[in-house]
């Protein structure tokens, strides 16, 4: 399968601050991007959908000014979360496919703390 | 009445044996159909894909649609402890996925 990298693995910020993570394809153009959130014991929450060329949909509840995502080119994405606050502690994960309803495929994960 | 649904789990099988995971949707037009493994602390691994009915093998692992009764699963063959893991369901339509909340297997030595 298609090897989708991410980064940090993890991070500690402090509230109040910003982190960026990022996530490529080592091995393929991906024309769609997802990111996702994911509390502990519970199930992978869509936050935000972008194509290439366009700017990125979030889900309902996701606040977009908060969670910045930048699909800067068909084989980087970045997420960033500004004025994180501890409610954002969770684990994010980036994910890349091609259009359609084909394989998307996930990277490691960043796992966030806020203080 | 959620999207996919999977087994309420946990599920635990003896090593050597079959596992089966099921999986329930509710959308019709759902054109794809897969299954990853997630294991703790992990991120989601894609094992099976599938977009048609029947039957789809690879090693041990075999996915069953039935788009008529919105029905998928995955049997394991010969689990093997390594095999415990979160596995989820993802349906697939219009370029959307939706994930079912997933089955936590456990197989014992």
């Known amino acids: 399968g298609a090897v989708v990298s991410q980064h940090p693995s993890w991070v500690i910020c402090k509230s109040g601050t910003s982190v960026k993570i990022e996530c490529r394809s080592l091995?393929?153009?991906?024309?769609?991007m997802f990111w996702y959130r994911q509390f502990p014991k519970q199930s992978l929450m869509l936050m935000a959908t972008?194509?290439?060329?366009?700017?990125?949909?979030?889900e309902q509840g996701v606040e977009k000014d908060k969670f910045l995502i930048n699909h800067a080119s068909l084989t980087l994405s970045t997420l960033t979360v500004t004025s994180a606050h501890p409610e954002d502690s969770s684990f994010y994960i980036c994910?890349?496919?091609?259009?359609?309803?084909?394989?998307?495929?996930f990277g490691p994960g960043t796992r966030l703390t806020v203080t | 009445q959620k999207e996919v649904e999977q087994n309420s789990g946990p599920l635990s099988v003896p090593e050597g044996a079959i596992a089966s995971l099921n999986c329930t949707y509710s959308d019709r037009v759902s054109q794809s159909f897969f299954w990853y493994r997630q294991y703790s602390g992990k991120s989601p691994e894609l094992i099976m894909s599938i977009y048609s009915n029947g039957d789809k093998e690879d090693g041990r692992f075999t996915a069953q649609l039935n788009k008529a009764s919105q029905y998928v699963s995955l049997l394991i063959r010969d689990s093997q402890p390594s095999d415990s893991a979160t596995y989820l369901c993802?349906?697939?339509?219009?370029?959307?996925?939706?994930f079912g909340d997933g089955t936590t297997l456990t197989v014992k030595p």
């Open positions: 972008s194509n290439e060329g366009s700017k990125a949909t979030y």
């Open positions: 994910s890349m496919g091609l259009a359609g309803d084909y394989e998307q495929y």
């Open positions: 091995d393929f153009q991906a024309t769609t």
């Open positions: 993802a349906v697939k339509g219009g370029g959307k996925s939706t």
